[in-house]
């Protein structure tokens, strides 16, 4: 047999605030409820930081009142308010946003819930890598530093070696640097010793990745070339030499034999040689 379940109270469902929101973007809040069969809406109210800034009340003359609140404006809103939009956002716009519904009298039934929301300055660049060089040999040392672009909050930065996540070991702590405007640098420094694991076909990838939470991904690659393309190199040059040498021996070898008497001018002479003696006794 089938349950049936009854609503005896008012009930918050859900509270949308979106966690991250871009500067100058709309952010747009969301507050669901469920009324019991005997409840009738009172009011829904929208805090932030503990202040209101926006109410509605179905009864009142003014059904929906706006309050002055820096960084915070309601630019358009549902009939019943369970959904607000608000004017672009400020750096003030960020904070913890509570929702607050009530049912009617005797009883004003109230129920709420409260989420944050990070208001978030992009970085106007993307990370720079610095400190890298053109060459490495095996066994030299590699220091190569990211720093990212100006935001808030401060950016995440990773390290990848070859498209891998570098070791904890090799990176060190992340140093913030923040600016009279409110914004934050970060760096990241990359320092390891070069393995002949870590040069794939000669090249050694290093990449830094930046992100901030899930609204802000952006990265740098540098590519140098290692020992073993510098190996290659000389492998070449050294066969190049080879055959070099082996062309001018060959050359040499062919002049050599140029030189010699061919066969038919040794017969001549030996012939003349041979008649010489007995004209002369003839004389």
Not at 17 to 25: M, N, R, W, Y
Not at 222 to 231: D, I, M, N, T, Y
Not at 238 to 250: H, N, P, T, Y
Request: with cysteine.
């Amino acid at each position: 047999m089938k349950e049936e379940y009854t609503v005896t109270s008012l009930e918050l469902l859900e509270l949308r605030v979106p966690t991250h929101v871009p500067l100058g973007t709309r952010p747009s809040l969301s507050c669901r409820w469920r009324l019991s069969p005997t409840d009738i809406l009172y009011s829904v109210k929208w805090y932030k930081d503990g202040k209101e800034f926006f109410r509605h009340v179905p009864r009142d003359v003014e059904p929906r009142r706006k309050f002055l609140l820096p960084g915070v404006d309601v630019e358009q809103s549902s009939p019943n308010a369970s959904n607000v939009t608000l004017y672009p956002a400020v750096l003030e716009t960020g904070g913890r946003y509570r929702c607050e519904v009530s049912g009617e009298r005797p009883l004003f039934p109230t129920v709420s819930d409260h989420a944050d929301m990070v208001v978030v300055a992009l970085p106007s660049t993307g990370p720079v890598i610095t400190g890298f060089r053109m060459r490495y040999q095996i066994g030299d040392r590699v220091q190569v530093n990211c720093t990212s672009g100006r935001s808030r909050p401060a950016t995440k930065l990773s390290w990848y070696i070859n498209g891998e996540p570098a070791p904890q070991a090799i990176v060190r702590e992340p140093e913030h640097y923040k600016h009279e405007d409110g914004l934050e640098t970060t760096s990241l420094v990359l320092d390891f010793k070069a393995k002949p694991k870590h040069f794939r076909k000669g090249d050694l990838k290093l990449k830094c990745l930046a992100t901030i939470a899930t609204v802000y991904w952006r990265s740098n690659e540098e590519s140098v070339q290692g020992e073993r393309l510098k190996g290659q190199s000389r492998s070449r040059e050294a066969l190049e030499g080879a055959s070099r040498a082996d062309r001018v021996q060959a050359a040499g070898t062919s002049g050599y034999r140029g030189r010699v008497v061919p066969p038919l001018a040794m017969v001549l002479l030996l012939a003349i040689a041979l008649h010489m003696p007995t004209r002369l006794n003839k004389m």
